[in-house]
Nanobody, 128 residues
Framework: QVQLVESGGGLVQAGGSLRLSCTAS????????MGWFRQAPGKEREFVAS????????YYADSVKGRFTISRDIPEKTVYLQMNNLRPEDTAVYYC?????????????????????WGQGTQVTVSS
């Protein structure tokens, strides 16, 4: 199982930017699609963005399209989520996940039902 460490969360004003990072421990990082999910207070966890194992394909929730960009640095075993033009409704705990099956697509990675355990995540707070 791939171990992941998330970082980069914080407090930012509306319209600002943050970049989240997620570093993997596994040498097999390059074989797995990666994704970001989030959970706001009192709401269900939701999909944010995902990227294929090659980095050549990405998939986004409609709510973040045009504002967020997911990317991966395979040698560094890190996936990033660049978040621009942040809104108060983006406030949530953000979670990074690696798919449990190698070579799955970015779109398949977006299905929350594929995952039954979650780490601590990183808090993003956007003030108005």
């Amino acid at each position: 199982q791939v171990q992941l460490v998330e970082s980069g969360g914080g407090l930012v004003q509306a319209g600002g930017s943050l970049r989240l990072s997620c570093t993997a421990s596994s040498r097999a990082f390059s074989s797995y699609a990666m994704g970001w999910f989030r959970q706001a207070p009192g709401k269900e966890r939701e999909f944010v963005a995902s990227i294929s194992y090659t980095g050549g394909s990405t998939y986004y929730a409609d709510s973040v399209k045009g504002r967020f960009t997911i990317s991966r640095d395979i040698p560094e075993k890190t996936v990033y989520l660049q978040m621009n033009n942040l809104r108060p409704e983006d406030t949530a705990v953000y979670y990074c996940k690696a798919d449990w099956s190698p070579y799955t697509s970015a779109q398949t990675m977006s299905d929350l039902d594929r995952f039954d355990s979650w780490g601590q995540g990183t808090q993003v707070t956007v003030s108005s």
